[in-house]
């Protein structure tokens, strides 16, 4: 059994910065790419950032796109996510999430390839 947890929510002001991280366990864990989501109250989840299982590949959406930061450490099986410049935009649940088999390039931006998800950690921005 995959599991996932993420730690390193809060609250900070718009303008600072936050770093998640999510613990990873039951199998291994190099071998598969990751991925991170947000959902925000009376929103859809929305895609975040995904690494693919080597590094080599990442991919950020449009809105995050020069202010977060994605990294993953295989030797201690987590994943990480730098979060600068945050907005009040930013305010959100997020979840980092594992596919049960590797997945394409392609794919690692939609939710539906995952099937693995943590119990999510509250980010909050104040203006």
């Known amino acids: 059994q995959v599991q996932l947890v993420e730690s390193g929510g809060g609250l900070v002001q718009a303008g600072g910065s936050l770093r998640l991280s999510c613990a990873a366990s039951?199998?291994?864990?190099?071998?598969?790419?990751m991925g991170w989501f947000r959902q925000a109250p009376g929103k859809e989840r929305e895609f975040v950032a995904a690494?693919?299982?080597?590094?080599?590949?990442?991919y950020y959406a449009d809105s995050v796109k020069g202010r977060f930061t994605m990294s993953r450490d295989n030797a201690k099986s987590t994943v990480a996510l730098q979060m600068n410049s945050l907005k009040p935009e930013d305010t959100a649940a997020y979840y980092c999430?594992?596919?049960?088999?590797?997945?394409?390039?392609?794919?690692?931006?939609?939710?539906?390839?995952?099937?693995?998800w943590g119990q999510g950690t509250q980010v909050t921005v104040s203006s």
């Open positions: 690494l693919s299982w080597s590094g080599r590949t990442t």
């Open positions: 999430a594992a596919p049960s088999r590797p997945i394409t390039a392609q794919s690692m931006t939609h939710g539906r390839y995952y099937d693995y």
């Open positions: 039951g199998r291994t864990f190099s071998s598969y790419a």
